[in-house]
């Protein structure tokens, strides 16, 4: 019995090798914008979010995001402000840490997430404001409701994973909800709310 245990366990640590070998040693993303490849790129749903924050009733923090974006990309490293955005973001991903609460944001109160299914972001200009730094101008649509919008972005990291070229990116802006037609518990829940955006992108090799 003893020399079936052992031999069991090196059979299972050898299938294990492979495994461990393709882990790799450091990340495969940097913060070096020398990695980045012309062509055009599509959002990765699994490694994007929308992330909103509010301030609940005067005594909370309180924060949800949206999940599982597509859209696209296309940039050259060689005029990075000719780059180009698009990003639909499905309105019925929302999610919070309460199930009725995600259900009353869905309904028409809030987002309305049967009648308009997503949200669209077009990029209309880019502004390089730094090294990895800039200024991405364009439309927002909630509810088909459309308004300009500018996000400050910044580069986060550039590099090859399973076979794909990748790129990812973090953004920031404040909106005004009732702009979009949801108004719902304004003032008690504020208008202005503040979105940090975090989208990968990537492509074929």
Do not use: C, W
């Amino acid at each position: 019995m003893y020399r079936s245990a052992a031999a069991l366990l090196l059979g299972l640590s050898l299938v294990a090798l492979p495994v461990v070998a393709q882990v790799p040693k450091t990340p495969p993303g940097a913060s070096d914008v020398r990695r980045v490849t012309a062509g055009t790129y599509a959002v990765d749903p699994g490694h994007s979010q929308v992330t909103f924050t509010v301030n609940h009733l005067g005594f909370s923090t309180y924060r949800g995001f949206f999940g599982s974006p597509t859209g696209s990309m296309t940039i050259d490293p060689k005029a990075p402000a000719k780059a180009k955005v698009s990003i639909d973001i499905p309105m019925s991903g929302i999610t919070t840490t309460v199930e009725k609460l995600d259900e009353h944001l869905k309904a028409a109160d809030f987002f309305d997430a049967a009648k308009y299914p997503t949200a669209h972001f077009e990029s209309t200009s880019v502004r390089v404001t730094g090294p990895k730094t800039a200024k991405i101008t364009g439309n927002l649509t909630i509810k088909g409701v459309t308004k300009p919008v500018v996000l400050d972005t910044v580069f986060i990291g550039a590099g090859t994973m399973m076979g794909k070229r990748t790129i990812g990116f973090d953004a920031t802006t404040t909106v005004k909800r009732s702009d979009f037609g949801v108004s719902y518990g304004i003032p008690l829940v504020p208008d202005a709310v503040p979105l940090q955006i975090s989208v990968a992108f990537e492509k074929p090799e």
